[in-house]
């Protein structure tokens, strides 16, 4: 009416793509856009709760401050437990996936996979930081609890992944598969706007993400490509939160890497929750994620916590890492 598309009324507007929806995926998805508007809230006042508690005006209860990503973790469990539509939820935070046994949950038609608050060791200095999800119809019977199956899918079966950036502004960016859309929150309304509709990334891009640290305990293959891109003058961008370096380099156009090293041959990043939905939403914009060898979304994880080698962005950049590697 003014102009103006925020998230719910988007999502409600879509779900004429699937013909034969009943609007849980869509009410799941409104679930998580207003949890993060909660994590997103205490994000922001992260470098005043120290302040304000040494002042004593906090935890007049005596109560501990509990850590940003373990109350992120408890708000999406909430509210996926109380939405209906989720019957478990597998996350970084917790060894092993978590059931719900409430009566509306185990009808739920979805699992959920997610890194609550992706790149945490970057709160305490005021850089960005991400909410990382993927959403899986459920194997096991409806009624039922949800069981390890359930989540052990690959990325391939998503129905849908997403995002949620705590940036200079907070963003929210999904894909159920129809392409790839963005929502900035507008905090004076406390509302997500569209802000990037069909979000594409370039097949080519300038810039290069990698922690350069682990240069020497690479495969000679990743050294020759940072050594490329050197020749080559592009621009190196590291941030260290994996949210905020895809984010940039699907805007601008780049590949961001965390190749095994030696020390960890399968790298550092977590297949279920941090590569397969950003991978949906790369291949949904027309680039590509790979392990170096295969594509990350056909991988059939094996663990929860599975990690795997990852290199994701403008497709032309990773098909050249893949060339490096064999
Ligand atoms: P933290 O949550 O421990 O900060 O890890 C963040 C992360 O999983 C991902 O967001 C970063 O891209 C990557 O690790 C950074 O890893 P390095 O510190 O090894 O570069």
């Known amino acids: 009416m003014i102009g103006v598309t925020t998230l719910d009324e988007f999502i409600i507007d879509r779900q004429d793509d699937f013909p034969f929806a009943t609007g849980d995926l869509s009410r799941l998805l409104r679930d998580i856009g207003f949890a993060s508007k909660i994590v997103n809230r ?17 935890n007049i209860q005596g109560e501990q401050q509990q850590k940003l990503d373990v109350f992120a973790d408890e708000v999406f469990i909430k509210a996926l437990k109380s939405g209906g539509e989720v019957c478990g939820i597998a996350s970084e935070e917790n060894d092993d996936f978590i059931a719900f046994e409430n009566e509306s949950s185990r009808n739920g038609k ?20 991400g909410t990382i999800f993927s959403i899986f119809r459920r194997k096991s019977e409806i009624g039922s609890l949800a069981t390890m199956e359930d989540f052990l899918q690959p990325g391939t079966e998503q129905v849908a992944g997403g995002y949620v950036l705590y940036g200079s502004s907070s963003m929210l960016v999904y894909t159920t598969g129809n392409g790839v859309n963005g929502f900035t929150l507008d905090p ?11 979000m594409k990334t370039a097949e080519n891009g300038k810039i290069y993400s990698m922690n350069e640290g682990n240069y020497f305990q690479s495969h000679k293959g990743i050294q020759k490509y940072l050594d490329k891109c050197k020749e080559d003058r592009k621009t190196a961008r590291y941030i260290g939160s994996l949210v905020a370096d895809f984010h940039r380099n699907l805007i601008k156009g780049g590949v961001y890497l965390y190749p095994g090293t ?28 790979s392990d170096g060898d295969q594509r990350i979304m056909e991988i059939v994880p094996r663990e929860l916590h599975q990690r795997c080698p990852y290199f994701v962005g403008s497709k032309n950049m990773v098909e050249e890492i893949e060339g490096l590697l064999k």
Not at 42 to 58: C, F, R
Request: charge should be negative; charged fraction near 15%; glycine fraction near 12%.
């Open 110 to 129: 979805y699992v959920v996979a997610m890194d609550p608050l992706d790149g945490s060791s970057n709160i305490d200095v005021n850089v960005s930081i």
């Open 188 to 198: 004076s309304i406390g509302e997500y706007c569209l802000s990037h509709a069909g």
């Open 262 to 289: 030696t020390s960890a041959p399968s790298g550092k990043l977590r297949l279920l929750y941090e590569c397969n939905p950003l991978a949906f939403i790369v291949e949904q914009a027309g680039g590509k994620a």
């Open 42 to 58: 205490e994000v922001n006042k992260a470098g005043l709760v120290d302040i304000s508690g040494a002042a004593g005006s906090e």
